[in-house]
């Protein structure tokens, strides 16, 4: 009995080195799948951002087709008054009122509200209804998406603004739109430094920032 128990620690420190080795495989396949994971869920939500992005632009094509002007476009003159905030995180916040009341083209100053875009496509039921603008309008990554328009060059211009999104889905989606990640050309940009865009940071993909959607007219 003393030599089986003295022959089975002999046995197991001679296998010790391919234990090592199969727990070191092991770790490397969990890592390389916890990886691949990663970069399936960030797909799966940059595939869902762009999807929002979409659905707010239909139905402000959609409203226009119907009324012949934008909603929120209380002059009628083919531009969206609202003005969203160069910042990765928007500042002003949409309204909390579930139904929307003096926040679209029918209050006096509303051509400037924030809220009057998405209240005047709630009021056509366009839009969800019964959510107030400041959870209708909320993006799948958890910031907020504003619509509006920026003037560059003399020339205003309408805009679909996602606020506070990591870079590495902005880079996804200007591949997706654009069919490349620079952020300072085409219909996505980099929008939290200026309208006209910046090149997407490269050093950090988790770093926030916000990404603006030219849907009308490219600067």
């Not at 907020?144 to 003399?154: C, F, K, L, R």
Request: aromatic share 10%.
């Amino acid at each position: 009995m003393k030599w089986q128990s003295t022959h089975t620690w002999r046995e197991q420190r001679a296998w010790n080195p391919v234990m090592i080795a199969v727990a070191v495989v092991c770790a490397l396949v969990i890592a390389f799948v916890a990886t691949k994971g990663e970069d399936m869920l960030a797909y799966a939500q940059g595939k869902r951002l762009l999807r929002e992005l979409k659905a707010v632009e239909n139905a402000l094509w959609e409203y226009k087709d119907k009324t012949r002007y934008w909603p929120g476009d209380c002059n009628r003159d083919g531009v969206l008054n609202y003005q969203p905030e160069n910042r990765v995180e928007a500042k002003v916040q949409l309204s909390p009122a579930v139904v929307p009341k003096n926040e679209s083209c029918q209050s006096e100053f509303a051509e400037e509200d924030q809220n009057t875009t998405y209240s005047d496509l709630r009021i056509a039921r366009l839009w969800v209804y019964g959510a107030p603008n400041n959870v209708a309008a909320r993006h799948t990554a958890g910031g907020m998406i504003h619509v509006g328009s920026v003037e560059i060059a003399s020339k205003k211009l309408n805009v679909i603004v996602a606020y506070n999104i990591s870079t590495r889905l902005a880079r996804m989606i200007d591949v997706q739109l654009d069919g490349s990640e620079d952020g300072d050309a085409g219909r996505i940009r980099r929008w939290d430094e200026k309208a006209t865009g910046t090149p997407w940071l490269s050093a950090d993909d988790g770093e926030p920032t916000a990404l603006v959607f030219y849907f009308d007219q490219t600067p």
